[in-house]
């Protein structure tokens, strides 16, 4: 069984338009967060989520809006979408605190066009 | 703020011989430290961490990290690889304070030859 899955693996889309990126952890853990990947393969975080509580907001556009509906998942939501939203976005889920392994899923391909 | 750097962007080494990727961290406060690994088109693995404790820490695959405090390093080793070893090597720190998100460096591209 995947620990971490997201849907879909790869999106390409136009400019303007909005969509949605799933992420799912049978891992019971209680804790969920979104990286996004750029072109360069820098990794930065951009939300955390905690009992389906928003932890972490890391100046992420407004465009950009997680949605937490059980501790199992989060999908992110984005509107509008720029050519500079290209990327592999990653959801990762830990049981909790700094020193427990974050478990990564495959990632999502976003291309804007 | 807390900062991660990674002072290779790429080492290519030969199969069978030694290799050290080198990360260097900032931070005044504790932190714990990773080493993820990802190979092509996949999603990140975990080699290895340092939360206390020993300052030599073993992994998987075969590699070992030091943490040296007083160098704010935590260099990453391999005596031996193999052409399986090529992939991406990200060095991050955590900071429980911070609802546990990881800082990652800029990553180092491993690449064996044979």
């Known amino acids: 069984d995947t620990a971490v899955s997201q849907t879909p693996k790869y999106l390409v889309t136009q400019m303007g338009n909005d969509k949605s990126i799933k992420c799912e952890q049978n891992?019971?853990?209680?804790?969920m967060y979104w990286y996004k990947q750029d072109s360069k393969k820098f990794l930065k975080i951009m939300f955390s989520?905690?009992?389906?509580?928003?932890?972490i907001n890391e100046t992420v556009p407004n465009r950009f809006s997680p949605k937490s509906p059980d501790k199992a998942h989060l999908n992110l939501h984005i509107n509008s979408l720029e050519l500079g939203d290209s990327a592999v976005y990653f959801c990762?889920?830990?049981?909790?605190?700094?020193?427990?392994?974050?478990?990564f899923g495959p990632g999502t391909r976003l291309t804007v066009l | 703020a807390q900062s991660v750097t990674q002072l290779d962007s790429q080492v290519p080494v030969f199969e069978e011989a030694p290799v050290e990727l080198r990360c260097n961290y900032s931070?005044?406060?504790?932190?714990?430290l990773f080493w993820y690994v990802q190979y092509p088109n996949q999603g990140l693995q975990l080699l290895l961490k340092?939360?206390?404790?020993?300052?030599l820490v073993k992994g998987i695959n075969g590699f070992e990290a030091e943490f040296n405090k007083s160098q704010t390093s935590f260099h990453l080793r391999k005596p031996s690889v193999h052409i399986s070893d090529t992939a991406e090597y990200f060095c991050?720190?955590?900071?429980?304070?911070?609802?546990?998100?990881?800082?990652f460096g800029q990553g180092t591209e491993l690449s064996v030859k044979p």
């Open positions: 990762a889920s830990t049981m909790g605190g700094g020193n427990h392994e974050q478990f």
């Open positions: 891992l019971g853990h209680d804790t």
């Open positions: 989520y905690n009992n389906k509580e928003l932890i």
């Open positions: 931070s005044s406060v504790s932190v714990y």
């Open positions: 340092y939360l206390s404790g020993s300052t």
């Open positions: 991050a720190v955590s900071d429980f304070n911070q609802g546990g998100k990881l800082i």
